[in-house]
């Protein structure tokens, strides 16, 4: 029960964020382009870290970039296009699931496959409660990318598809979504 209470308010959470237009998207994009020299002096200082929770990814982002001795640098670059931290951070976050969620039927047999072995761990008769939660406990994060993904708006992925290719080359991303 406690779980899905978590999903609901996961799923929630990202279903009350405005869905993105192109407006939106253009400033992020060009704000983006400005940081990303900023961002890899960011990460040659090893200064970020790993993030599990795909629903803390905004906040995480701001957290992380207001701890960075570059956040002078960052935000004179996005008040250039009239964006603070938490906007462009948050705007990320749904350029980020749009992208992913983009071409996410190519990904289905791994979810199938993903939520059989769970199924298969959960009915081993071996296993005791115990052992069942904690595996469960680490399943958690992977359920939480997997609900994030396929709670985006269609309105979103459709924004951001056609331009997939370019921020990918433009910015440096290096997650697949072909």
Do not use: C
């Not at 961002?39 to 990814?57: A, G, H, M, Q, R």
């Not at 939520?115 to 298969?120: F, G, I």
């Not at 409660?129 to 958690?140: G, H, I, R, T, Y």
């Amino acid at each position: 029960m406690r779980s899905l209470l978590f999903l609901l308010l996961l799923i929630g959470s990202f279903a009350n964020a405005a869905n993105l237009n192109q407006q939106q998207l253009d400033n992020w994009f060009e704000a983006s382009k400005m940081l990303k020299p900023i961002v890899e002096k960011i990460e040659e200082e090893n200064t970020f870290e790993d993030l599990d929770n795909p629903s803390e990814l905004a906040e995480q982002m701001v957290l992380q970039l207001n701890r960075s001795s570059h956040i002078t640098e960052v935000k004179q670059a996005l008040s250039k296009y009239n964006l603070d931290l938490e906007k462009w951070a948050a705007t990320t976050e749904q350029v980020v699931f749009a992208m992913l969620a983009v071409n996410f039927e190519e990904y289905k047999p791994q979810l199938e496959l993903y939520e059989n072995m769970k199924q298969q761990l959960l009915d081993n008769p071996e296993l005791t409660a115990e052992d069942k939660q904690q595996l469960m406990a680490s399943f958690e994060a992977g359920d939480q990318w997997f609900t994030q993904i396929q709670a985006v708006p269609q309105s979103d992925i459709d924004l951001v598809a056609p331009q997939v290719s370019k921020i990918q080359a433009e910015l440096g991303w290096e997650f697949d979504t072909n």
